[in-house]
């Protein structure tokens, strides 16, 4: 059914795009199809409307569109499309944000329908019930439920996870999302050092939701600066109540590639840990090998200036990217954290255990902490030990728990201990 005032506005050159678009979404909306940038912009565009927008045309590109978008103060949803790489509609999507746009994410051509249609559906879904709880003021609900945007189309859940973009942007407004933390233990002083904030949607239809299922989305549809400013802002905060007891203990957050190319993030978290009082250095930032080795020049910049204003960094799954001995010398990194694959094969793999060893060696070698993760038993954890590695994380010790549980665990565990 047609939603009667919200239009659905298509503006691409390519009058045959411009055809498949309208056939594929003009059953469900009000479409209105320009094949040129300046007739869409004269256009009257609602703060309801949508509009799927191709990013190369002759008469004005899709940069000097958002541009003029942004100058006119216009809050309608904004989808980018291009047959461009990524990159190109990354920094668009970039740029649209920093404008203050409602960007909503890139499609790249050839268009997926199926995935189009979704998302202008979810789209539709979220703007109708905003516009309920707006003039439903009073309505004391619970606000989770009444915005909820999937209960209309959720037969298939796989093929429904693929939209949740959406819903994860508007998870991250109503706070389910809540860090989870994984103690990290010192080998030679048997003590709890500190740990490692894992993120977990709580989800008020599905339960806990595991990050594997949502990273690699927040990732592709831009929503993870968001997701990562939300789990800083909670580990800061946990950090400032820990500081008040002197626990003494660190936090450890992943960081995704796209979070390292933005260079304001030093910046930003410079002012987060002054503001509650947080030594910056009890904040450790670990970032896959992998993601370094996207936009190299960048990251090293920005990482270096973390370093610089005080924070730890630490390569994750260490073993498993590709980043040359070099570059690991390059970056500043403080801790090294060595892959759950290797550290679960010691036992049984000379390789794998040879790969430990070297590990150990080399960040020794090169200044760094050496933490083990993924460690399952009590045999592999005596191992690590003999084997001169500092810290280690895993199973044996503790599951990731939520804050309550991990805090009456580590009262346990010292209890134990002492
Ligand atoms: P990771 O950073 O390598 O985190 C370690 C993962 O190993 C966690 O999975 C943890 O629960 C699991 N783990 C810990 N000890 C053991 C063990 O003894 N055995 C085994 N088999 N597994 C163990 P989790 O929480 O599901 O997180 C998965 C990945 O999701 C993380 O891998 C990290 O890359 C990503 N992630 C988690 N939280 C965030 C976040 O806030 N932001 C970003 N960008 N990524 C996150
Ligand atoms: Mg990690
Ligand atoms: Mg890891």
């Known amino acids: 059914m047609k939603a009667e005032s919200a239009k659905l506005y298509i503006v691409d050159d390519d009058i045959q795009m411009c055809d498949l678009l309208e056939a594929y979404t003009c059953d469900e909306f009000n479409v209105v199809v320009h094949q040129s940038a300046k007739a869409f912009l004269a256009s009257p565009i609602n703060d309801d409307d949508v509009v799927l927008l191709d990013l190369k045309m002759p008469d004005m590109d899709g940069v000097q569109v958002i541009r003029e978008l942004a100058y006119v103060n216009k809050n309608c949803s904004l989808l980018i499309m291009s047959a461009c790489d990524e990159g190109v509609l990354h920094s668009s999507m970039q740029l649209a944000k920093e404008y203050g746009l409602n960007i909503i994410t890139y499609l790249t051509k050839p268009i997926k329908f199926p995935y189009l249609i979704k998302i202008l559906m979810t789209l539709r879904e979220i703007n109708n019930q905003n516009n309920s709880i707006t003039h439903d003021s009073g309505s004391k609900g619970n606000s989770l439920d009444s915005v909820h945007p999937r209960r209309k189309f959720s037969t298939n859940k796989a093929i429904d996870f693929q939209l949740t973009f959406l819903e994860l942007k508007e998870a991250i407004k109503q706070q389910q999302l ?228 991990f805090e009456k665990w580590l009262n346990e565990f010292y209890d134990k201990v002492y």
């Not at 990217?321 to 690991?328: E, K, N, R, V």
């Open 178 to 405: 809540v860090l989870y933390y994984q103690p990290q233990m010192s080998l030679s002083q048997q003590k709890i050092i500190g740990v490692e904030a894992l993120v977990r949607w709580h989800h008020p239809e599905y339960g806990v939701i595991f990050p594997d299922q949502f990273i690699p989305l927040a990732e592709q549809s831009g929503v993870i600066e968001q997701l990562t400013e939300r789990v800083i802002n909670l580990a800061i905060a946990q950090l400032k109540l820990w500081n008040k007891r002197a626990l003494g203990l660190k936090i450890s957050i992943n960081i995704s590639a796209q979070n390292i190319t933005s260079f304001t993030l030093p910046d930003q978290l410079t002012r987060l840990v002054n503001e509650n009082e947080v030594d910056p250095s009890m904040l450790m930032l670990e970032i896959t090998e992998s993601a370094l080795m996207t936009e190299l020049t960048t990251s090293l910049n920005i990482l270096t200036r973390l370093r610089l204003k005080g924070f730890q960094l630490s390569i994750d799954d260490f073993g498993t990217g590709y980043s040359s001995l070099s570059q690991l010398h390059r970056v500043p990194f403080t801790e090294l954290k060595i892959d759950r694959t290797f550290v679960s094969g010691m036992l049984t793999s000379v390789e794998s255990k040879a790969i430990v060893d070297t590990c150990i060696l080399l960040g020794h070698n090169l200044k760094m902490s050496v933490i083990a993760e993924g460690v399952e038993d009590q045999e592999t954890l005596d191992l690590l030990q003999k084997m001169g590695c500092d810290n280690a994380q895993g199973y044996v010790i503790a599951k990731p728990l939520p804050i309550s549980q």
